[in-house]
């Protein structure tokens, strides 16, 4: 464990480093940038490790993201068992695909929820919900038939619809790119995005391990990391 911790400390390091270079070039501030951690792969064990690593180097809450609400809910559950020290010391987010049959354990576990990807799903989440739960909806502006989320041209009337739901608060918008090398093709899909979530004053969270440079060079606020720092 001392071999991971290690690598995962020069990985953290190294893209942080990146990170600042990047936000040089296109006149940002790396505070500008939320950082989200995918750690669908990590154990319950290795997850504490990674959100103690980070407050030594960087300090602060740690915004992670997990794909399945029982698997989170475990690593979750071991965190406060067996290191209730960081209880607290970490957001907790849904960005995989959300069951129907998931939504009310989902509202117990995550503090948000960033896979909304029908007005179906903000429906039903919205008559479950106990309190108001901030969600991101997902766009899928390539119009990628593998991809998720909302159409382009329906995107209007559905903002417009979340944002009249009681127990549901529209932060913002996410999209993924499509698997290309053409850095330009990347930059305008995230670009219409921006172009999107401006006219109704949402954020963006667009950008992973593969993109992430293109996504904070048009905007983003939010960024997904994952195999960038946990493949090893």
Request: charged share 30%; net charge neutral.
């Amino acid at each position: 464990m001392d071999a991971w911790k290690k690598k995962i400390e020069e990985n953290l390091l190294a893209f942080y480093r990146e990170m600042v270079e990047v936000c040089r070039r296109c006149g940002r501030e790396e505070d500008e940038i939320n950082i989200l951690f995918a750690t669908k792969y990590l154990t319950g064990e290795e997850l504490a490790l990674f959100i103690n690593l980070y407050q030594q180097l960087r300090g602060g809450i740690v915004t992670i993201g997990e794909n399945r609400v029982q698997e989170a809910l475990s690593k979750f559950n071991f965190i406060e068992r067996e290191h209730s020290g960081l209880v607290g010391q970490f957001r907790k987010i849904m960005i995989g695909t959300l069951q129907r049959n998931k939504i009310n354990k989902a509202l117990t576990v995550f503090d948000e929820i960033h896979s909304v990807d029908s007005i179906e799903l903000a429906g039903a989440i919205n008559r479950r919900a106990f309190r108001v739960i901030p969600v991101f909806l997902e766009v899928n502006v390539s119009g990628e038939k593998t991809k998720q989320g909302i159409k382009m041209d329906e995107a209007d009337g559905i903002i417009k619809s979340i944002k009249k739901l009681n127990h549901i608060e529209l932060k913002g918008l996410m999209t993924m790119a499509p698997e290309t090398e053409n850095r330009e093709v990347i930059r305008k899909i995230f670009r219409r995005l921006r172009q999107l979530a401006d006219q109704y004053d949402l954020l963006t969270s667009m950008g992973m391990s593969h993109d992430w440079q293109e996504a904070v060079m048009e905007g983003s606020e939010m960024i997904r990391i994952g195999s960038r720092i946990f493949q090893i």
